[in-house]
T-cell receptor, first 112, second 110 residues
Framework: EAGVTQSPTHLIKTRGQQATLRCSPI?????VYWYQQALGLGLQFLLWYDEGEERNRGNFPPRFSGRQFPNYSSELNVNALELEDSALYLCASSLGGSTGAFFGQGTRLTVV | RKEVEQDPGPFNVPEGATVAFNCTYSNSASQSFFWYRQDCRKEPKLLMSVYSSGNEDGRFTAQLNRASQYISLLIRDSKLSDSATYLCVVNRNTGNQFYFGTGTSLTVIP
């Protein structure tokens, strides 16, 4: 069974541009979570989608947004990129709270 | 107050040692508990769930103390390959959101 897949693996953008990151959850998983992890730091919760709805968002500015599609895949959009947005962006999917969340390999975003 | 708190370490232990990590959670409504392992610049991977009665998987033992709201992970006979960051995670189930600790760094030394 395929795991969580994210694309692209690496992304280089210039300051002020927009970035779009994509995530396909494990088949059957309806919840998708996005996290930001700057180098050497812990996971920072960004967004949680379930059944196509945004359920919660972390303490990030509105230029971080996303959506979940009817097939439960998701995309994260970051507008007006800033240098400090450079980080590993991780997507995870879950079938339910008791079964754990499973991560993709991440998208490494570099803003120059 | 953070949902989940962990001692960041680092823990530096010799091969073969036993090492224990603790984690506390703030919300008594938390229902599911997990330990994840994250290697440098990689995604976190589920190491084991933590059950009320405690559970073991090879050299790894996880314990839950609901009264004191803490979770522990014990690693016996440490291997070099155990070097990683260990993340404590809780979920309330009703909301289905996962709360991650900042992780505890372990380095096993030859």
């Amino acid at each position: 069974e395929a795991g969580v897949t994210q694309s692209p693996t690496h992304l280089i953008k210039t300051r002020g541009q927009q970035a779009t990151l994509r995530c396909s959850p494990i088949s059957g998983h309806t919840s998708v979570y996005w996290y930001q992890q700057a180098l050497g730091l812990g996971l920072q919760f960004l967004l949680w989608y379930d059944e196509g709805e945004e359920r919660n968002r972390g303490n990030f500015p509105p230029r971080f947004s996303g959506r979940q599609f009817p097939n439960y895949s998701s995309e994260l959009n970051v507008n007006a990129l800033e240098l400090e947005d450079s980080a590993l962006y991780l997507c995870a999917s879950s079938l339910g709270g008791s079964t754990g969340a499973f991560f993709g390999q991440g998208t490494r975003l570099t803003v120059v | 107050r953070k949902e989940v708190e962990q001692d960041p370490g680092p823990f530096n232990v010799p091969e073969g040692a036993t090492v224990a990590f603790n984690c506390t959670y703030s919300n008594s409504a938390s229902q599911s508990f997990f330990w994840y392992r994250q290697d440098c610049r990689k995604e976190p991977k589920l190491l084991m769930s933590v059950y009320s009665s405690g559970n073991e998987d090879g050299r790894f033992t996880a314990q839950l103390n609901r009264a004191s709201q803490y979770i522990s992970l014990l690693i016996r006979d440490s291997k070099l390959s155990d070097s990683a960051t260990y993340l404590c995670v809780v979920n309330r189930n009703t909301g289905n959101q996962f709360y991650f600790g900042t992780g505890t760094s372990l380095t096993v030394i030859p």
